[in-house]
C-alpha cells in the first residue's frame, strides 16, 4: 500500500495550493479517504474527509469556505485544494486513507505559508 503526497511548497498569505495524494495497493474507489495536518508542536488534526464515492465532505471549521477536498476514482487520487492560506495553516499535511477499518498513511507533505 502507497499513499504518496505531493504539491506541497512555500506560498504567500493570500495564496493558494493544491495537494494531491496518489494511492496504490488497495482499492481506492471503496476507501474514505481524508487529509490530516500537524504543526510543530501540536497533535496532528483532521482538515477534511470525503466519502468513497465522493458523496459527503467534512471540513474543519478553520478550513471551512477555503479548502476543498475532492477526489478522482478513475486516478485513485484525492486532491485538497486550499485557497486564502494563512501563516496558521503552516504544517505538514498527510493523506489518510481508511479501508476495511484499516488506517494507511502517506508521508506527508511540507506547507509553508510565510511572507
Known amino acids: 500500500v502507497r499513499l504518496v503526497e505531493s504539491g506541497g511548497g512555500l506560498v504567500q498569505p493570500g495564496g493558494s495550493l493544491r495537494l494531491s495524494c496518489a494511492v496504490s495497493?488497495?482499492?481506492?474507489?471503496?476507501?474514505?479517504m481524508s487529509w490530516y495536518r500537524q504543526a510543530p508542536g501540536k497533535e496532528r488534526e483532521l482538515v477534511a474527509a470525503?466519502?468513497?464515492?465522493?458523496?459527503?465532505?467534512e471540513y474543519a471549521d478553520s478550513v471551512k469556505g477555503r479548502f476543498t477536498i475532492s477526489r478522482d476514482n478513475a486516478k485513485n487520487t484525492v486532491y485538497l485544494q486550499m485557497n486564502s492560506l494563512k501563516p496558521e495553516d503552516t504544517a505538514v499535511y498527510y493523506c489518510?486513507?481508511?479501508?476495511?477499518?484499516?488506517?494507511?498513511w502517506g508521508q506527508g507533505t511540507q506547507v509553508t505559508v510565510s511572507s
Open positions: 495497493g488497495f482499492t481506492f474507489s471503496s476507501a474514505a
Open positions: 470525503i466519502t468513497s464515492a465522493g458523496g459527503s465532505t
Open positions: 489518510k486513507g481508511r479501508r476495511s477499518r484499516i488506517d494507511y
